[in-house]
């Protein structure tokens, strides 16, 4: 069955810091591209950042550049992402997601910031930055 399961999220007061993983399960990550995305309540799905499958290529949306980090494991079948400087309108429900892309070296060396191209998803994490 395949599975990816977040974790790391909490309460965290502004300008704190946290570090968030997503770890599969019943497959390897390391063909997959990998996303991830935030939900606040009323609000659509965006994209945070994300990490090509080959080249470590990284996306990052304009709102969490300089301030979150996203990397890859793969020897731990994990994705991590570092979040630091964070501030009260990071609160969301964070989702990491797979994307399989088809075996061409250019292809392979993207990934995006829109939910379309990801085939599986995790059940989120909840990030809540207040003092």
């Known amino acids: 069955q395949f599975q990816l399961v977040e974790s790391g999220g909490g309460l965290v007061q502004p300008g704190g810091s946290l570090r968030l993983s997503c770890t599969a399960s019943?497959?390897?990550?390391?063909?997959?591209?990998i996303g991830w995305f935030r939900q606040a309540p009323g609000k659509e799905r965006e994209g945070v950042s994300c990490?090509?499958?080959?080249?470590?290529?990284?996306n990052y949306a304009d709102s969490v550049k300089g301030r979150f980090t996203i990397s890859r494991d793969n020897a731990k079948n994990t994705v991590y992402l570092q979040l630091n400087s964070l501030k009260p309108e990071d609160t969301a429900i964070y989702y990491c997601?797979?994307?399989?892309?088809?075996?061409?070296?250019?292809?392979?060396?993207?990934?995006?910031?829109?939910?379309?191209?990801?085939?599986?998803w995790g059940q989120g994490t909840q990030v809540t930055v207040s003092s």
């Open positions: 997601a797979a994307d399989l892309p088809p075996p061409i070296p250019t292809l392979q060396a993207r990934c995006f910031l829109t939910p379309r191209p990801y085939d599986f």
């Open positions: 019943g497959f390897t990550l390391d063909s997959y591209a």
């Open positions: 990490i090509s499958s080959i080249d470590g290529i990284t």
